[in-house]
């Protein structure tokens, strides 16, 4: 039971909301590397608040950076809407399970 719980990715507020450290946590990145997305545009549906689709496009670019594609052409597909996965986890968001990691 103890390594389930060490297991667990920091979730949610109860309105929702993520804070950047626990998006950052749940992307396995630092809070500035998820500053720098969002000021690059690579996250296009962040709207100054974390929520799980903006989560999710973190986890999504984190990713795509993990296996080397260019944050310049992520930022492009993210204008071009062609990272449309962002809001995946909220289809079993009451199941408990997590599409996206």
Same mark, same amino acid.
């Given at each position: 039971?103890?390594?389930?719980?060490?297991?667990?990715?920091?979730?949610?507020?109860?309105?929702?909301?993520? @804070?950047?450290?626990?998006?950052?946590?749940?992307?396995?990145?630092?809070?500035? @590397?998820?500053?720098?997305?969002?000021?690059?545009?690579?996250?296009?549906?962040?709207?100054?608040?974390? @929520?799980?689709?903006?989560?999710?496009?973190?986890?999504?670019?984190?990713?795509?950076?993990?296996?080397?594609?260019?944050?310049?052409?992520?930022?492009?597909?993210?204008?071009?809407?062609?990272?449309?996965?962002?809001?995946?986890?909220?289809?079993?968001?009451?199941?408990?399970?997590?599409?996206?990691?």
């Amino acid at each position: 039971m103890a390594d389930a719980k060490a297991n667990q990715r920091p979730g949610p507020a109860a309105n929702g909301v993520m @804070t950047a450290e626990q998006v950052a946590a749940r992307a396995g990145v630092s809070v500035g @590397t998820i500053k720098r997305w969002v000021k690059a545009g690579a996250i296009p549906n962040f709207n100054g608040e974390w @929520t799980a689709a903006s989560a999710a496009h973190a986890r999504i670019v984190s990713q795509l950076r993990r296996n080397g594609q260019p944050l310049e052409d992520i930022v492009a597909a993210a204008k071009d809407g062609r990272l449309a996965l962002g809001s995946a986890d909220s289809l079993f968001q009451n199941e408990g399970v997590r599409c996206c990691r």
